[in-house]
């Protein structure tokens, strides 16, 4: 009986069905070269971790230290903010590797135009290609009480996803909440249609949501995995980063926001007053 | 806030060395795992509200660097591969020391480079770190069938190596 390594290696793991496992145990108790591959097989587990361990033995990059201390930290954000304005970008690290993708221009013309509240949404349909049915209705625009969109964004804490009711279950999920540096409050929404996805930020204004920046990422949950290109994710995150006052909200604060109905008009009527 | 940012951060600091074998894992490479890594690390600060109460972090950044690796590094892997010629005059091992099991580690680090990036990501999460298959497949993206196929491969090479080197002595 020959056992193929695929089988072996499940044994080694414990995986294999009762009769599978039974079979295998067998075989190696009769075939001696099976035996020897066998314990090769757990010699090659040890291997392998040791040559991933020899990274250990490598130093930290000081960038990564610095990132990851706390007042570094801080004197880092400071300066990624002052370069922020200065050139809208905000990840340091891929700064000098980012590759500039070919619709670039188009795209960062289209977002940029939908920056600006009370601006209206002049964001060119031709950048996102055509989603279904459930994006185009209810992930597009001004978003209005009584929209599952609405409910999503007023209600649903981060990281909760709104399945669609349209065949081929369209899905939307909160995965950022801020606060502008104007006292606003911004989420972004990754929406998976069956063949196309899309990232869009709304910010809520008065009593509605309005779209800020959409970009199309390939794939849908018809792939079931969905890698979002970080080229497409950078524009909306450079428009993040514009936006953006310090930190994302912890999930406490989100929390609290969403408890207060999202409500920044103690905050307007404040600045109102101060300028009386 | 502060303090939950600091608790994140120390969170981070701890996982980093398990972070950083994952990159190297999925890259083969150490400088691009420490790009990885660090691109890693800004993301999971960015995305930090995603993460959720009592889920395993290590998985959660292992499926952040995972995905970055595809998106941004991977198109730009054959203008590193001329860079990486001179990582190779570095001695990255002291070409005396040997495993325990008498075997060089160079040796093995030479066919795990010449595997495909998730093979090699896959034999590290299930071989190294003791994920289990359904674990290791959530983070990988993949059906577990896939998991399996994929570390037998891993696997099975290496102990290739393992048992002609023994012929040999």
Redesign the interface.
């Given at each position: 009986m020959t056992v193929?390594?695929?089988k072996?290696?499940?044994y080694?793991?414990g995986?294999l069905e009762p009769e599978d496992a039974a079979r295998t145990a067998q075989a190696l108790l009769s075939d001696p070269s099976l035996r020897?591959?066998f314990n090769?097989?757990k010699?090659?587990?040890?291997?392998?971790?040791?040559?991933?361990?020899?990274?250990?033995k490598?130093p930290?990059?000081e960038?990564?230290r610095n990132?990851?201390d706390?007042e570094g930290?801080s004197a880092r954000r400071q300066e990624s903010r002052s370069e922020t304005q200065r050139n809208g970008l905000s990840?340091?690290?891929?700064r000098e590797?980012l590759?500039v993708p070919r619709n670039f221009a188009a795209l960062a013309a289209s977002i940029a135009l939908a920056i600006g509240f009370g601006a209206g949404i002049t964001l060119d349909r031709g950048q996102i290609a055509p989603p279904d049915r459930f994006l185009t209705a209810q992930g597009v625009g001004v978003i209005e009480p009584g929209n599952p969109m609405f409910e999503l964004l007023q209600n649903a804490p981060?990281?909760q996803t709104l399945v669609g009711k349209e065949p081929g279950g369209a899905k939307a999920t909160v995965?950022?909440?801020f606060k502008t540096k104007d006292g606003r409050y911004c989420r972004e929404v990754e929406m998976q249609g069956t063949v196309e996805g899309l990232r869009t930020l709304f910010c809520k204004q008065e009593d509605q949501w309005r779209m800020v920046a959409s970009i199309a990422v390939p794939g849908g949950t018809a792939h079931?995995?969905t890698?979002?290109?970080?080229?497409n994710?950078q524009v909306i995150?450079n428009v993040i980063s514009r936006l953006i006052d310090g930190?994302?909200?912890?999930?406490?604060?989100?929390t609290d926001a969403i408890k207060n109905g999202w409500d920044t008009q103690k905050f307007v009527d404040e600045l109102k007053g101060h300028h009386r | 806030m502060e303090k939950i940012l600091q608790d994140f951060q120390d969170g981070l600091i701890a996982a980093l060395p398990r972070l950083r074998r994952f990159a190297y894992a999925l890259t083969g490479s150490m400088a691009d795992a420490d790009d990885l890594t660090q691109a890693t690390v800004e993301r999971a600060l960015l995305k930090r509200s995603m993460l959720r109460e009592g889920s395993n972090p290590d998985g959660w950044l292992f499926k952040i660097c995972r995905n970055i690796w595809i998106d941004e590094i991977r198109r730009k892997t054959a203008r590193r591969e001329v860079a990486e010629t001179s990582e190779k005059d570095e001695p990255m091992v002291d070409g005396n020391k040997v495993m325990e099991d008498r075997l060089e580690v160079a040796r093995i680090e030479e066919v795990l480079k010449s595997m495909p990036d998730d093979q090699r990501a896959v034999i590290f999460l299930v071989a190294a770190e003791g994920y289990t298959y359904r674990e290791a497949a959530e983070i990988m993206g993949c059906p577990t069938g896939t998991i399996m196929s994929k570390l037998a491969r891993a696997r099975g090479r290496i102990t290739d190596i393992l048992l002609s080197k023994e012929a040999k002595s």
């Amino acid at each position: 009986m020959t056992v193929t390594d695929e089988k072996l290696s499940a044994y080694l793991d414990g995986m294999l069905e009762p009769e599978d496992a039974a079979r295998t145990a067998q075989a190696l108790l009769s075939d001696p070269s099976l035996r020897a591959r066998f314990n090769a097989m757990k010699v090659a587990d040890k291997a392998a971790a040791t040559v991933f361990g020899e990274i250990d033995k490598r130093p930290v990059p000081e960038a990564l230290r610095n990132l990851l201390d706390r007042e570094g930290n801080s004197a880092r954000r400071q300066e990624s903010r002052s370069e922020t304005q200065r050139n809208g970008l905000s990840f340091a690290v891929f700064r000098e590797r980012l590759k500039v993708p070919r619709n670039f221009a188009a795209l960062a013309a289209s977002i940029a135009l939908a920056i600006g509240f009370g601006a209206g949404i002049t964001l060119d349909r031709g950048q996102i290609a055509p989603p279904d049915r459930f994006l185009t209705a209810q992930g597009v625009g001004v978003i209005e009480p009584g929209n599952p969109m609405f409910e999503l964004l007023q209600n649903a804490p981060s990281g909760q996803t709104l399945v669609g009711k349209e065949p081929g279950g369209a899905k939307a999920t909160v995965v950022l909440t801020f606060k502008t540096k104007d006292g606003r409050y911004c989420r972004e929404v990754e929406m998976q249609g069956t063949v196309e996805g899309l990232r869009t930020l709304f910010c809520k204004q008065e009593d509605q949501w309005r779209m800020v920046a959409s970009i199309a990422v390939p794939g849908g949950t018809a792939h079931g995995y969905t890698p979002a290109t970080t080229e497409n994710l950078q524009v909306i995150e450079n428009v993040i980063s514009r936006l953006i006052d310090g930190a994302p909200l912890s999930r406490a604060s989100e929390t609290d926001a969403i408890k207060n109905g999202w409500d920044t008009q103690k905050f307007v009527d404040e600045l109102k007053g101060h300028h009386r | 806030m502060e303090k939950i940012l600091q608790d994140f951060q120390d969170g981070l600091i701890a996982a980093l060395p398990r972070l950083r074998r994952f990159a190297y894992a999925l890259t083969g490479s150490m400088a691009d795992a420490d790009d990885l890594t660090q691109a890693t690390v800004e993301r999971a600060l960015l995305k930090r509200s995603m993460l959720r109460e009592g889920s395993n972090p290590d998985g959660w950044l292992f499926k952040i660097c995972r995905n970055i690796w595809i998106d941004e590094i991977r198109r730009k892997t054959a203008r590193r591969e001329v860079a990486e010629t001179s990582e190779k005059d570095e001695p990255m091992v002291d070409g005396n020391k040997v495993m325990e099991d008498r075997l060089e580690v160079a040796r093995i680090e030479e066919v795990l480079k010449s595997m495909p990036d998730d093979q090699r990501a896959v034999i590290f999460l299930v071989a190294a770190e003791g994920y289990t298959y359904r674990e290791a497949a959530e983070i990988m993206g993949c059906p577990t069938g896939t998991i399996m196929s994929k570390l037998a491969r891993a696997r099975g090479r290496i102990t290739d190596i393992l048992l002609s080197k023994e012929a040999k002595s």
